[in-house]
């Protein structure tokens, strides 16, 4: 009896829980650095950028206090460090793999958020979301409504100007779609492959205005080019959408001037003569 | 440090008068006290440090006397230095350098066999025994202390010669630590090592 008590606050003793105790940190900003003055941080779920080869997603970067690394692992042979762990809390919560976050010193971390896009598939319900890290031997840090995470825009039609293009006038056109963002000012531009292997012909738009989510108003260069064009849309947080044959700008042509009568001396009156030219036989 | 314990070895075998006179004192009492000090390198990547505690000891009432059970309470705390690595790190940044402190507070339980002035006056002895080794690993990085702590059993085994001096008995000594342990600063590893030379006098009660 005795015995087994003596095992069993030995095995107790030897199984305590270990306790942790380090700094607390303080998440003061989340920015995307494709829009670091924005009021609202937004994110698109979707797409991303390329990173040694493969799609990463998108970049955040964490302003705050205390982000404290400490190493790892140090006194076996594949020592490391052992970074703050960053947490995503809304609609989803997603705790981001180790390796998607990046120390830059302890007021700054960059971090990679996988969309739907990147492998792994990760995709975010849209939403507002809290970012929360925590140190890997200290507390916890939160940072609410820090993210606003959406789709892509989604691309409808593209209604011309009512009159028509005119050479030398800016024409208003009406993007009809979803998931716009009343208030900020995306890239619009029309594209159009290359020519005869010459470089893509592109001709910018610039916004008028996001009337709605479904519905913004742009307007084409005085000179643009006649062409067929895609409709490329691209968010401020970085993710685009293209509508193939969105518009095609054609000008009114002249119409077909009536033959006159040439009044000037000399010349003759009714239709012009013709006279065939054909190249000179060549001996041979 | 060794030519320390050689001299400390030295002291002890040249004790002859004391060693006499004690001889009586020791032999009635069956509890001591025991403080010491010693060098203890860890056979993990840690620097040494100096190795404190505290022994109580008991002489069982058989094996004619010759068997002892002591429990020790020890401390060190050895430290490693290095610099942070690792792609997750800005690589623009100026390195950032660490310190991890490991202290350990050991509860060894050590039955020990004495051989009673075996080699002159000295007394030879052995032993071996369950501990409890309770550590606390600090980390300095960029001004911040971040610590964690575990407990975990392990196991010692000692050696040592002891010298009657006085009413007690000066002694040498040296002790292998198993101590497991499993933090993220420190990863999975023997923490223990050896105590080389520790030195430390009986004082029987």
């Not at chain 1, 979301?129 to 925590?134: R, W």
């Not at chain 2, 000891?57 to 010759?66: C, D, H, I, S």
């Not at chain 2, 051989?115 to 980390?139: D, N, Q």
Request: hydrophobic letters at 40%; aromatic letters at 6%.
């Amino acid at each position: 009896m005795r015995r087994s008590a003596l095992s069993a606050t030995l095995f107790a003793l030897s199984a305590c829980s270990g306790d942790t105790e380090g700094p607390v940190p303080a998440v003061e900003r989340v920015l995307n650095p494709r829009t670091p003055e924005a009021q609202v941080t937004r994110l698109c779920n979707a797409q991303g950028v390329f990173s040694n080869g493969a799609l990463r997603g998108w970049t955040l970067t964490l302003k705050g206090k205390r982000f404290s690394p400490v190493p790892g692992d140090v006194l076996t042979d594949s020592p490391s460090t052992e970074l703050p762990e960053v947490t995503l809390r809304g609609p989803t919560t997603y705790t981001l793999p180790r390796d998607h976050v990046s120390f830059v010193d302890p007021e700054t971390l960059k971090v990679h958020v996988p969309t739907s896009s990147t492998q792994p598939a990760v995709e975010l319900t849209p939403g507002s979301y809290a970012v929360e890290v925590t140190n890997p031997l200290g507390g916890t840090g939160t940072l609410e409504n820090a993210l606003l995470v959406g789709p892509p825009a989604t691309l409808t039609r593209v209604v011309p100007p009512p009159g028509g293009f005119r050479y030398g006038e800016a024409a208003t056109l009406v993007v009809e779609g979803a998931d716009f963002q009343p208030g900020t000012l995306p890239t619009l531009v029309l594209t159009r492959p290359p020519s005869d292997g010459g470089l893509p012909a592109s001709e910018p738009l610039s916004t008028i205005a996001v009337d709605s989510p479904t519905r913004i108003e742009a307007q084409t260069r005085p000179f643009a080019i006649e062409g067929h064009y895609d409709l490329v849309i691209s968010l401020p947080e970085g993710c685009q959408t293209r509508l193939e044959g969105a518009v095609d700008i054609a000008y009114p042509r002249l119409s077909a001037l009536p033959p006159s009568p040439l009044t000037r001396q000399g010349a003759r009156r009714g239709a012009p003569d013709v006279e065939p030219i054909a190249p000179e036989p060549r001996a041979p | 440090m060794n030519g320390l314990l050689v001299i400390a070895l030295a002291t002890l075998a040249s004790a002859r008068p004391a060693a006499r006179a004690s001889e009586p004192a020791s032999s009635t009492s069956n509890v001591w006290l025991a403080p010491k000090v010693g060098f203890f390198k860890s056979t993990a990547a840690l620097d040494g440090d100096i190795y404190l505690a505290m022994e109580l000891g008991y002489v069982a009432p058989v094996l004619k006397r010759r068997l002892a059970v002591t429990l020790e309470v020890g401390y060190h705390r050895p430290q490693k230095k290095g610099t942070l690595e690792g792609p997750r790190l800005d690589a623009g940044a100026p390195p950032v350098e660490y310190t991890l402190a490991v202290r350990e507070v050991a509860l060894l339980l050590s039955a020990v066999y004495r051989f009673e002035r075996a080699v002159g006056t000295l007394t030879p002895y052995a032993g071996a025994g369950p501990g409890l080794y309770l550590h606390r690993a600090t980390s300095e990085v960029l001004g911040e202390t971040a610590s964690e702590s575990g407990t975990r059993l392990g196991f010692q085994a000692i050696v040592g010669l002891e010298l009657p001096v006085g009413t007690g008995g000066a002694f040498l000594e040296a002790h292998y630590h198993f101590a497991p342990l499993d933090l993220v600063t420190t990863g999975d590893v023997n923490v223990g090592g050896f105590l080389a030379g520790a030195l430390g006098y009986r004082l029987r009660l």
